[in-house]
């Protein structure tokens, strides 16, 4: 006789029963005539959602092929663990101080920070100026400034990076009301340090293999042969590309600063026949109606690669420029030009991929293989 085991679980914050078998394609497909039953990927298992007429419609289904059912564990009722999640609800910022908040804006741009920045800090101080509101206190103080760190930030349980955006954006704000607080005083977390995931060449190839499109082929190769940021990869115009020189001019990326970075050989048989395709007439990666191709769609480009891939590692756009580094410097080239190829300020950040490079690590003789 054919065993099926009920259990329970939660599913997507729901009580579920779980149908467990062992593969049989007969109970597969009596199971498929029960709509109520549903697939779950991530369970890789049949479930159903729990209550008592699901469970007596489920016993019955399985008792017309008179197999046994067995439904101990379901005498167990799954309890899902309670989590309390902290919320600070934030009175509207009032006309005079969302009127504050545009000249804020304003004086930002001024000082040619970036859009994101601008935004980020407008939206930080936008908060902190809330925050007041709520606590019915005006004066910027340094006592309010750390309250704002506990209450919003830090029981939130927001990252290191955002606590450090909140209180540089604060700072900008204090700077341009012209009210001077030590900050120096609010410990800053350390942030973490991991070290960045890297693609070998053999998953390199194997993502531009599995890329059909032309146009979505040749921006992911951009980002790897040029060591690219996506943002740079999209702002690049046509004029950008100097093939006699063999060198990519980035301008005003990030610092707002302009550099020059490698034109792979294979990589420009490439990009002209992405050319002469799509012929662009500004920039050198358009979308629809001529405009910027999105950062969005070339992420899901390459997120399409990789079903096709046995790679399991978490890969993003961002790790294509992390690979082109570190290849470059397991080949053998000098901290110092792949530092001005990347565009970092100080080598302290490409020194980072000295830590993910197999060449030092490889000629490291383990102690294990002299026993």
Not at 101 to 130: D, G, H, I, M, P
Request: aromatic content about 10%.
């Amino acid at each position: 006789m054919k065993s099926i085991i009920l259990l329970p679980n939660i599913h997507k914050g729901s009580n579920i029963v779980l149908i467990n078998f062992p593969f049989d394609q007969e109970i597969k497909n009596h199971l498929k005539l029960l709509p109520e039953v549903q697939w779950s990927q991530n369970l890789k298992s049949f479930y159903i959602k729990d209550s008592s007429s699901n469970r007596s419609l489920l016993y019955n289904h399985i008792r017309l092929k008179k197999w046994f059912v067995n439904y101990e564990k379901l005498k167990k009722k799954v309890i899902p663990p309670s989590k309390e999640i902290y919320k600070l609800v934030l009175p509207a910022l009032s006309i005079d101080l969302t009127s504050e908040l545009k000249k804020f804006k304003r004086w930002l741009q001024q000082k040619r920070l970036s859009e994101n920045t601008v935004n980020t800090y407008v939206e930080v101080t936008a908060y902190f100026l809330r925050y007041g509101l709520l606590k019915k206190n005006e004066d910027y103080s340094i006592k309010l400034i750390e309250q704002f760190n506990y209450d919003f930030i830090f029981r939130a349980n927001r990252s290191v990076s955002y606590q450090n955006q909140c209180i540089n954006g604060i700072k900008k704000f204090l700077f341009f009301k012209g009210i001077e607080i030590n900050l120096l005083n609010i410990e800053r977390p350390k942030k973490e340090k991991k070290l960045p995931a890297v693609l070998s060449v053999a998953e390199i190839k194997a993502i531009f293999n599995n890329l059909t499109n032309l146009k979505h082929k040749t921006l992911l190769s951009l980002l790897y042969s040029g060591g690219l940021r996506i943002g740079e990869a999209l702002n690049l115009k046509v004029d950008d590309i100097d093939s006699k020189r063999m060198l990519i001019h980035i301008k005003q990326a990030k610092g707002k600063k302009d550099r020059y970075t490698l034109l792979s050989y294979s990589f420009l048989i490439l990009l002209r026949e992405y050319y002469l395709a799509y012929k662009p007439k500004v920039f050198l990666f358009e979308g629809q109606n001529g405009h910027k191709y999105s950062g969005a769609s070339a992420q899901a480009v390459l997120k399409k690669a990789l079903k096709n891939t046995k790679i399991t590692k978490k890969v993003t756009l961002h790790t294509l420029r992390h690979s082109f580094a570190t290849h470059l410097l397991e080949n053998g080239t000098d901290i110092r030009y792949i530092q001005e190829l990347l565009g970092h300020s100080s080598p302290k950040t490409t020194m980072i991929y000295t830590h993910v490079t197999k060449t030092s690590l490889k000629n490291i003789k383990n102690p294990f293989d002299e026993l």
